[in-house]
C-alpha cells in the first residue's frame, strides 16, 4: 500500500524492512517521525494528533505522485498515524527508492517537508492536565517554502 | 442542494461540531456565500469562520473562498495543518 491513514500503531522498522524487500533498488532512503517529549515550554507527556481521513489519504497520494515525478523516484511509501499518542510512539513513515542516493534523499525530504504542512492532521500536545494545539512553526513553512522557490514544483 | 460541511481542531472546538448536513437555496453558490450563513448561528461560528488563517476544503481540496459550491459537496473548514 503506498499510502496508508491509521489510528492503530505503526512499526517503521517493520516497514522498512517490508520497504527494502520489495524495492531494492540502487538507493532507498527512509524516515521515520516520532512523538517528542518537549516542546518550546517544557515537557510534553501525550500527543492527540487530529486527521481529516479522506483528504489525508488524497493529499499523500498526490504528494508522493508528484515526488515520484520531479524525483524519477522507482518507489514510495508514505505511513501516518493520527489518534492518541505517547511520547516516543511512531507517528509518520516515508520511504523512497531510486538509481542514485540524492534522488532518493531529496524524494523523501520533499514528502516530509510538504506533508508537515499541507496534509490535513492537527497536533494537539498533552502536558499534565493542559492541552494545547500546535501553531505551524516557521522553520517548517521555510523548509516547505524551498521546494518552491528552488524553482523545482512540477 | 445539499452539502455536508467538516470542522477540525481549533474550528471544531470553537463551533462545537464535528459535521453538518444542511440543505440550501440554490442561490447560494460560493464557499463565502456559506461561510456568511453560517456566520448567522451565532458569535462562536462567525469568530471562527471569519478567522484569518482559515483554510476551507471542497471536496477534499484546499480552495480559496470564491470556489462554488454545488449540491452533493463536502465542505470543510480548519486552521493551518500541522502534521509529521
Redesign the interface.
Known amino acids: 500500500m503506498l499510502v496508508h491513514v491509521t489510528d492503530e500503531a505503526i512499526d517503521p522498522g517493520d516497514l522498512a524492512a517490508g520497504f527494502y524487500r520489495r524495492h531494492p533498488d540502487a538507493a532507498v532512503a527512509t524516515f521515520a517521525?516520532f512523538v517528542r517529549d518537549f516542546n518550546d515550554e517544557g515537557n510534553v507527556d501525550s500527543l492527540f494528533?487530529?486527521c481529516?481521513v479522506?483528504?489525508?489519504t488524497?493529499?499523500l497520494t498526490d504528494l508522493g505522485t508528484t515526488a515520484q515525478e520531479r524525483f524519477g523516484l522507482r518507489a514510495w511509501q508514505i505511513v501516518?498515524r493520527f489518534g492518541q499518542m505517547e511520547t516516543e510512539d511512531p507517528?509518520?513513515f516515508v520511504a523512497t527508492s531510486a538509481d542514485h542516493r540524492g534522488e532518493a534523499f531529496a524524494g523523501c525530504e520533499f514528502v516530509?517537508d510538504t506533508?508537515?504542512?499541507?496534509?490535513?492532521?492537527?497536533?494537539?500536545e498533552h502536558s499534565g492536565d493542559e492541552g494545547q494545539?500546535?501553531?505551524?512553526k516557521a522553520v517548517?513553512k521555510d523548509r516547505r517554502e524551498r521546494w518552491s522557490t528552488e524553482g523545482l514544483d512540477q | 442542494m445539499t452539502i455536508t460541511v467538516k470542522f477540525f481542531s481549533l474550528i471544531r472546538e470553537a463551533v462545537e461540531t464535528e459535521q453538518l448536513t444542511l440543505e440550501l437555496s440554490d442561490s447560494l453558490t460560493t464557499v463565502e456565500a456559506l461561510k456568511n450563513e453560517l456566520g448567522l448561528r451565532g458569535e462562536a461560528w462567525s469568530e471562527a469562520l471569519s478567522h484569518p488563517n482559515l483554510i476551507q476544503a471542497v471536496n477534499q481540496r484546499v480552495v480559496f473562498q470564491e470556489e462554488g459550491i454545488k449540491d452533493g459537496d463536502e465542505v470543510a473548514f480548519f486552521p493551518p495543518m500541522t502534521g509529521g
Not at chain 1, 506533508?115 to 494537539?124: C, G, I
Not at chain 1, 494545539?133 to 505551524?136: D, G, M, P, Q, S
Open positions: 517521525g494528533l487530529e481529516y479522506e483528504m489525508a488524497r493529499v501516518h507517528i509518520v516530509m506533508l508537515k504542512t499541507d496534509a490535513p492532521f492537527w497536533k494537539r494545539w500546535v501553531t505551524v517548517d
